[in-house]
């Protein structure tokens, strides 16, 4: 190629497959809309599974600094009733294929294995036009712009790049997460600490649920789902953060105080993330010069999936590039016409693990789940 790729996005997807493009010996370029690495933190733990998220690591010749980051027990599952009574037990014997790491690491180790330059901070994209040929001209908010040869979104649930391929627009699915915080758990909030054990814990109910994770040192880093329209929402007033997080309470009034407490004890503000879905099947007519990975392309519901099939994506598109030396819609041909059925596939089995956690089954549902999916001889109920 006569220049760089450009990329656009900071993501574990987008830098992940500028990390494979500089293994193959092959330049990138990456636009950041975010002042810098440390300008917001990176959310909280992450399971990397074999068949993608791995895979990608060992493509980016990753792989062993991946397995120093590695959360030991963190594959424990645990799935309690309302009253705090373990349904399901999963130990993590240290043989399971997902193992869990802290996003933002995973995210330094990318980034730290990049040539220096290759991201560029604080570029934030406001359009992207083509101009024919396969070539397109960003726009940035500060008012520069910058001609491209190939161009990646790697931009998110709402990425500048979409519209150049795709009309569709993420839609709110109906269900909701609010995070929540707690620190030095198993001194201060003993009980919840017992309660969410060294993994992830999963106490649901129709419509409703408790999830939370542990994360290194002492943190226990709650997911609490309600479905609701987002006018609910909206009428929580998050600047008072004690009130919003009682009404939110009150949602799971005669659970478990150990579990509750995990709402009503919070120690950070709380984030609401209102989740919204591209459609299952999203896909687009080749369009030259310009492609999507992760959620740009495939925003699904939360399912363990996002960051692993972003980082695949990755490493998939920096191998059909460096497989097609000089051409460029080769590359982008391959890259597609594989990315198409696999999101579509893992989009659809994220709906589906989405009802079974809180539709009108929840909690059998899951259990029933995790009872087909877990190996029998490390289960105890």
């Known amino acids: ?117 290759t991201v560029h901070w604080g570029s934030k994209v406001t359009a992207a036009t083509p101009l024919g040929g396969g070539r397109h001209l960003l726009s940035f908010a500060d008012g520069t712009t910058v001609t491209t040869e190939l161009l990646v979104g790697a931009d998110g649930a709402w990425s500048r790049v979409r519209s150049l391929l795709s009309a569709n627009k993420p839609t709110y699915v109906g269900t909701s997460f609010i995070e929540t915080y707690l620190f030095d758990a198993d001194v201060r909030h003993r ?48 600047s008072n953060p004690a009130s919003a997080l009682a009404r939110v309470a009150e949602e799971f009034d005669g659970w478990a105080r150990a579990l509750t407490a995990l709402i009503t004890d919070g120690e950070t503000a709380p984030v609401l993330r209102l989740i919204h879905a591209l459609p299952v099947a999203h896909q687009w007519d080749h369009v030259p010069g310009v492609t999507l990975l992760g959620d740009a392309a495939h925003l699904m519901v939360p399912s363990g999936e996002g960051a692993n099939l972003a980082m695949y994506d990755g490493a998939e598109l920096g191998a059909a590039i460096a497989a097609n030396p000089g051409d460029v819609e080769a590359a982008l041909a391959a890259y597609e016409k594989d990315l198409f059925p696999r999101s579509a596939s893992e989009a659809a089995d994220a709906e589906e693990l989405l009802e079974l956690c809180y539709g009108a089954n929840a909690p059998q549902s899951l259990i029933d789940f995790f009872g087909s ?4 001889e490390n289960r105890s109920e």
């Open 373 to 376: 999916h877990l190996p029998a």
């Open 191 to 238: 009980a919840s600490a017992e309660a969410v054990g060294g993994g992830a814990m999963f106490a649901l109910a129709p419509g409703k649920g408790i999830a939370a994770h542990r994360e290194p040192n002492g943190v226990l880093h709650t997911y609490v789902a309600l479905t609701k329209p987002e006018e609910w929402f909206a009428n929580l007033d998050f």
């Open 1 to 117: 190629m006569k220049s760089p790729v450009t990329i656009v996005g900071a993501g574990l997807g987008g830098l992940t497959l500028a990390r494979v493009l500089h293994v193959h010996g092959i330049a990138a370029i990456v636009y950041e809309a975010e002042a810098s690495a440390e300008a917001r933190t990176q959310g909280g733990m992450l399971d990397i599974h074999e068949h993608n998220g791995q895979r990608a690591l060992k493509a980016a010749g990753l792989f062993e600094e991946f397995r120093e980051l590695i959360h030991p027990g963190g594959q424990e599952t645990r799935a309690l009733d309302t009253q705090g009574n373990v349904l399901l037990h999963h130990p993590d014997d240290g043989t399971g294929g997902r193992p869990e790491v802290p996003r933002g690491e995973l995210r330094r180790i990318l980034l730290n294995s990049l040539p220096e330059g």
